[in-house]
């Protein structure tokens, strides 16, 4: 890990699907620690960013790296892996598993027992079992998710399969987790809930966070800095203050559209 | 310790029935049971791909096929010799067959092992459809090679092959890939399985190397399609390459879908309803399969997600889950 630097830099990364450019020449750091949000209208590009991030795309041009290693080309399970998990915008939890068994999937890496422990029972994997299980039993605690332990995922109520998503990303023990609109579809309650849960999460996990929202009032609240995108060019990055008085932001994105979220939101 | 001590329960267990069904049953429910041995197996290993996976393989006769004509060979060659010299030191029948028949087994598992390697290496590109395409296109490359291989006796079979399956080998077999299973089920590697048929990129995005997972599923899946090859041919004596047709792989479909993609007790059931079945059928006469083919058609209708679903059988005394209860 290189001290002081940034724990993500993205460099000039460009991402074309054959003639469309879906992300042109975006740079920006992320500092260790930080909640870091990534904003901009429909189609602007921070999904396939966090594509590139986590691996699912190779990006055209540019590096990602992640803690001074490069993660182009590394495959998502490698990515997990080197300690970068993220949740999905439209939820993809393993549908006929029990909530404790998908957290428990994501702490598979973290697994020593092998396939022979597996097969032969051997006290080694039982310990392993026991502790991933002791470990998602904790998590699911954590989100709120106890009690539905032993449900399947997919017969969640919507706003607990969206916590089970941040349970099961943490089960990675990533550093730097990214989120891709956790709070969607949520009440007003229910998202400042999350992002409160999710501030203290930070704190305890000591996780650096990656934020894409189309919440206003949840980004402007609780991300200390914001990169706007749109059509693929990142237009700004700054503060919360910054990005709201940015007028490009303004003309771009937020427009009236902002005011009349601050208005009904509060 | 516990372990050890369950394996030699279990062989004891198969021994002693296997002496008991000999004497007791006819020939020709004998044979029924035989033949329901194998098809579970095949269907169990099946269900590690299709249903554990969630990858769609229609060639599994064709393992199978690797697995029967692999061992064969090698018992009509090595295996036979060593029979003779185990039975010319005073050994037992039992165990001088019993030992080149496990050798041959082996031996025939690796070789559609091998393949299932091979096989799998495609599956990392392709799913669904495709993939099914791929392992049709397989399961009949397998077939047409044999057909015309002169030395495994191409299109007029391969006869002779020593007698050796008994219910002890046949049970072996079964507990074998069933325990393996399950024990692969209830655990993080089978988790990930499962994870990556429900769903493979969220897998993938949280660690799981997909990749990795769906050939080991492979691997596994036609080591055993193998190994109940192997008991087969030294079932039957001979084998035939017309055995190893397409409708054999989806026949082996059948029964993985009918028991419930996923579910272990469910594909062992399966496999042995829809192998006793035909025969039940026979006073039918020519509307034997005509009626099979319904009650396929009305099972699916009715139990879309399979006899089991996603559930395994459970003892009815045992506790439900952690957690029910205080």
Redesign the interface.
């Known amino acids: 890990m290189t001290t002081g630097g940034p724990i993500l830099r993205l460099d000039r990364v460009t991402m074309r699907f054959g003639g469309l450019k879906a992300i042109s020449d975006l740079s920006f750091d992320v500092a260790p620690g930080e909640l870091f949000g990534l904003i901009g209208p429909n189609g602007a590009g921070k999904t396939t960013a966090f594509n590139l991030i986590?691996g699912?795309y190779a990006p055209t041009q540019g590096t990602i790296t992640f803690e001074g290693t490069r993660l182009n080309g590394l495959?998502?399970?490698r990515i997990?892996?080197a300690g970068v998990?993220?949740t999905?915008q439209n939820i993809?939890?393993?549908?006929?598993?029990t909530c404790l068994?998908n957290v428990?999937?994501?702490?598979?890496?973290h697994?020593g027992?092998g396939?022979a422990d597996?097969?032969?029972?051997t006290p080694r994997?039982a310990r392993?079992?026991k502790r991933?299980r002791d470990e998602g039993r904790a998590l699911l605690d954590l989100m709120g998710l106890l009690a539905w332990?032993?449900t399947r995922a997919v017969d969640l109520p919507y706003g607990q399969q969206r916590r089970l998503e941040i349970a099961?990303?943490l089960?990675?023990k990533p550093r730097l987790l990214l989120l891709d609109e956790p709070a969607a579809g949520l009440n007003p309650q229910e998202s400042d809930d999350l992002m409160h849960l999710m501030q203290s999460v930070r704190r305890d996990f000591k996780l650096t966070l990656l934020l894409i929202e189309h919440d206003m009032r949840v980004v402007m609240g609780i991300c200390e800095r914001i990169a706007v995108l749109d059509y693929g060019i990142k237009i700004a990055e700054g503060t919360p203050e910054e990005i709201r008085r940015n007028p490009k932001v303004i003309e771009a994105y937020l427009g009236e559209e902002v005011e009349a979220d601050l208005g009904s939101g509060a | 310790m516990r372990g050890a001590l369950g394996i030699v329960a279990t062989l004891l267990v198969l021994a002693g029935l296997d002496f008991a069904l000999n004497r007791a049953i006819n020939p020709y429910i004998f044979q029924i049971v035989m033949l329901c041995g194998i098809n579970v197996i095949l269907a169990v290993s099946l269900n590690l791909i299709n249903g554990f996976t969630g990858q769609f393989s229609i060639g599994h006769a064709g393992f199978m096929a690797l697995g029967a004509y692999g061992s064969a060979m090698f018992s009509l060659g090595i295996g036979g010799k060593w029979a003779a010299g185990l039975a010319a030191a005073g050994l037992p029948a039992p165990i001088a067959t019993g030992v080149p028949l496990a050798v041959a087994l082996v031996i025939g598992g690796l070789v559609a092992a091998i393949a299932g390697y091979l096989v799998g290496l495609p599956s990392l590109r392709l799913r669904g459809d495709y993939l099914a395409i791929v392992t049709l296109g397989f399961g009949e490359i397998i077939r047409v090679i044999i057909t015309n291989v002169e030395w495994v006796g191409a299109s007029r079979g391969l006869p002779g092959i020593p007698g050796w399956t008994s219910f002890f080998w046949v049970g072996v077999g079964v507990v074998g890939v069933v325990a393996l299973s399950l024990n692969l089920a209830n655990s993080t590697h089978g988790r990930a399985l499962f994870a990556i048929r429900d769903d493979e990129v969220a897998a993938e995005a949280l660690g799981v190397n997909t990749t990795g997972y769906k050939v080991l599923a492979f691997v596994i899946g036609s080591f055993f399609a193998g190994v109940a090859g192997g008991l087969f041919a030294h079932y039957l004596s001979y084998l035939n390459p017309n055995t190893f047709v397409f409708l054999k792989s989806i026949e082996v479909i059948a029964m993985v879908v009918l028991g419930g993609l996923g579910s272990v007790s469910g594909s062992v059931i399966a496999a042995i309803v829809l192998t006793v079945l035909p025969e039940v059928l026979r006073p039918v006469k020519e509307y034997r399969m005509v009626i099979y083919s319904l009650m396929l058609i009305v099972l699916m209708i009715t139990r879309p997600q399979g006899l089991f679903g996603y559930r395994e059988l459970r003892w009815p005394f045992r506790k439900a889950a952690p957690g029910t209860r205080t």
């Open positions: 986590t699912v495959r998502p399970s997990a892996r998990t993220r999905f993809r939890l393993f549908a006929s598993r068994d428990c999937i994501a702490a598979h890496m697994s027992a396939l597996a097969v032969l029972r994997f392993d079992e991933m332990a032993d099961r990303a089960a990675g």
